[in-house]
């Protein structure tokens, strides 16, 4: 028996040291050989659960959490991850619950407050979200990302564009499915609609097409054959390397698309940004940057989400910014920029429901 459970103690030993040097899926195999040695062990059964919670082996990961939690009621991490394999099924309640469970035994878990605000953003209970925000400022989490969660979902002035960090790693995650994700549930159309807008403003033919923000590279099959060359930038590694497997793009840069257009060095006769500005609040960067870099005459198309009112912006509890009709012509005009053409079309749906867009077509000088 000792030595059944010297060697139960090892694999565990073993798994912990892999968890630590982020290699998971030995991990696993470690706890896992380390729980068949010792059947029961409400640390083997929390490390082997949170593992896969972190492999997004999230229903695997319930039923340990739930076994550890009947020897351990109070034990924090196993409340905590069984709080994130519930929330990333969908499973609202029990997400909300556990997380709650969790708090009850340390709120000082700023991770935790952040992520059962994120839930209650999600639910539209957006006063109990900011409570969660807030408490979470209060214990010292990054004021940058916490305080754009917190403009999500209370009325005031919102930041001027997204925590980079935030954005790169939100299209890091989701590289691998963000296309069929994007195209498949939510029928995003953005792309089609914004090049299929072009044909009767543009030559037949571009020398030089920049797709700004181009992620997977949506855009870049559609307007290859109307191109010489076709160059993208994205600010997720993954997202990139999904847009340079499609074979469309000439030239691909991992770069933020505002200091993009402030320092390239090439002049494009057509820029598109195909529902990108969802994450830039403030768009006068973006402008003067396009302007700069457009070829005379060229055109600039994106979309934007719309607002419900007459803000020239808003961040709206989805994460993502709307802009109104009237900033985008006013800003266009400063710029010195024409309107080519301006439309209304749906950009993709949420909740089975079409988002409205604007899309809008301008020429430079």
């Not at 590694?237 to 200091?259: F, K, N």
Request: with cysteine; charged share 20%.
């Amino acid at each position: 028996m000792s030595e059944t459970l010297e060697q139960a103690r090892q694999f565990f030993q073993d798994g912990l040291a892999h968890s630590e040097a982020g290699r998971l899926e030995q991990a696993e195999r470690c706890f896992a050989a380390a729980l068949s040695l010792a059947p029961g062990r409400p640390s083997v059964l929390t490390n082997l659960g949170a593992t896969r919670v972190r492999r997004g082996h999230w229903a695997d990961a319930l039923p340990l959490l739930e076994e550890a939690l009947v020897a351990e009621p109070d034990n924090l991490e196993a409340w905590s991850h069984l709080g994130m394999a519930h929330a990333e099924l969908g499973q609202m309640t029990p997400a909300l619950q556990a997380f709650e469970r969790a708090l009850a035994i340390d709120p000082r878990q700023t991770g935790l407050w952040s992520r059962r605000g994120s839930l209650l953003r999600e639910l539209g209970r957006l006063s109990e979200a900011a409570e969660c925000f807030e408490q979470a400022l209060a214990l010292g989490a990054d004021p940058q990302l916490h305080g754009y969660y917190l403009a999500s979902v209370r009325d005031g002035a919102a930041p001027g564009v997204a925590p980079r960090a935030y954005v790169e790693s939100l299209f890091d995650r989701y590289a691998d499915e963000f296309q069929t994700h994007l195209v498949g549930a939510l029928r995003y159309r953005a792309h089609e609609v914004l090049v299929r807008g072009l044909a009767p403003l543009g030559p037949q033919r571009f020398r030089s097409v920049l797709d700004l923000g181009c992620g997977t590279g949506l855009i870049g099959p559609l307007i290859k054959p109307m191109a010489d060359r076709v160059d993208g930038v994205d600010l997720s590694s993954g997202m990139l390397e999904q847009a340079r497997a499609c074979g469309s793009y000439t030239g691909l840069v991992h770069a933020d698309a505002v200091d993009y257009l402030q320092s390239a060095g090439r002049q494009y006769d057509l820029v598109l940004a195909a529902d990108v500005f969802i994450y830039v609040g403030a768009l006068d960067a973006v402008f003067a940057g396009a302007a700069r870099v457009l070829a005379p005459g060229g055109l600039f198309g994106f979309s934007v989400e719309l607002t419900a009112d007459a803000h020239d912006l808003r961040l709206l509890p989805s994460l993502r910014y709307a802009h109104s009709q009237a900033y985008v012509r006013r800003l266009a005009q400063e710029h010195g920029f024409e309107v080519r053409a301006a439309f209304r079309a749906p950009l993709r749906e949420e909740q089975q429901r079409p988002v409205e867009g604007l899309y809008v077509y301008l020429q430079g000088r």
